[in-house]
């Protein structure tokens, strides 16, 4: 499979577009990258309002590289490092909607549609969603919700 190292520009539009498919809106200032550069915030108390913020994580894949030397002649090789990174996406939502748009944001993502067209990009979800009772929730009071994804370009490290 051919290298797909997305930059965070690459993976903040993904997360973006899909979070825009899953709260069923076109409007582009109704899900926002990261926090407004402007200052303050620019929304009023009524409108609905997603924030996305994607960052490198640290994780037991991120520790490992795979280092081969294939040979080019008989003096000459090239150095290859094969490397999983890890990639933390943070939801915060604000609004009247917005502990409904947490949960369906956390819902969709496990759904078939959302997870083919990660692995298009050759991005695999960990869920982290609560098997048992003790498990963390990454669902909070005020309506945010996380996922974290892992980048694979060593594929036998996931089960997928």
Same mark, same amino acid.
């Given at each position: 499979?051919?290298?797909?190292?997305?930059?965070?520009?690459?993976?903040?539009?993904?997360?973006?577009?899909?979070?825009?498919?899953?709260?069923?809106?076109?409007?582009?200032?109704?899900?926002?990258?990261?926090?407004?550069? /402007?200052?303050?915030?620019?929304?009023?108390? +009524?409108?609905?309002? &997603?924030?996305? %913020?994607?960052?490198?994580? $640290?994780? =037991?894949?991120?520790?490992?590289?795979?280092?081969?030397?294939?040979?080019?002649?008989?003096?000459?090789?090239?150095?290859?490092?094969?490397?999983?990174?890890?990639?933390?996406?943070?939801?915060?939502?604000?609004?009247?909607?917005?502990?409904?748009?947490?949960?369906?944001?956390?819902? /969709?993502?496990?759904?078939?549609?959302?997870? +083919?067209?990660?692995? &298009?990009?050759? %991005?695999?979800?960990?869920? $982290?969603? =609560?098997?048992?009772?003790?498990?963390?929730?990454?669902?909070?009071?005020?309506?945010?919700?996380?996922?974290?994804?892992?980048?694979?370009?060593?594929?036998?490290?996931?089960?997928?």
């Amino acid at each position: 499979m051919a290298e797909t190292n997305l930059t965070i520009t690459e993976l903040e539009d993904t997360f973006s577009t899909i979070t825009s498919q899953i709260l069923g809106t076109l409007d582009e200032s109704r899900v926002r990258i990261g926090w407004p550069r /402007e200052g303050a915030p620019a929304w009023k108390i +009524d409108e609905d309002i &997603a924030f996305i %913020l994607v960052a490198f994580d $640290d994780d =037991p894949y991120t520790r490992q590289t795979e280092t081969t030397y294939p040979a080019l002649d008989q003096f000459n090789a090239n150095q290859s490092v094969a490397y999983t990174r890890v990639v933390r996406v943070s939801w915060t939502f604000y609004g009247p909607s917005s502990f409904e748009d947490a949960d369906k944001v956390r819902v /969709e993502f496990l759904r078939q549609n959302f997870k +083919d067209t990660l692995k &298009a990009k050759n %991005l695999f979800l960990i869920t $982290d969603t =609560p098997c048992r009772p003790g498990c963390r929730s990454f669902l909070t009071a005020v309506g945010g919700t996380g996922h974290r994804f892992i980048c694979d370009s060593m594929k036998r490290l996931i089960a997928a």
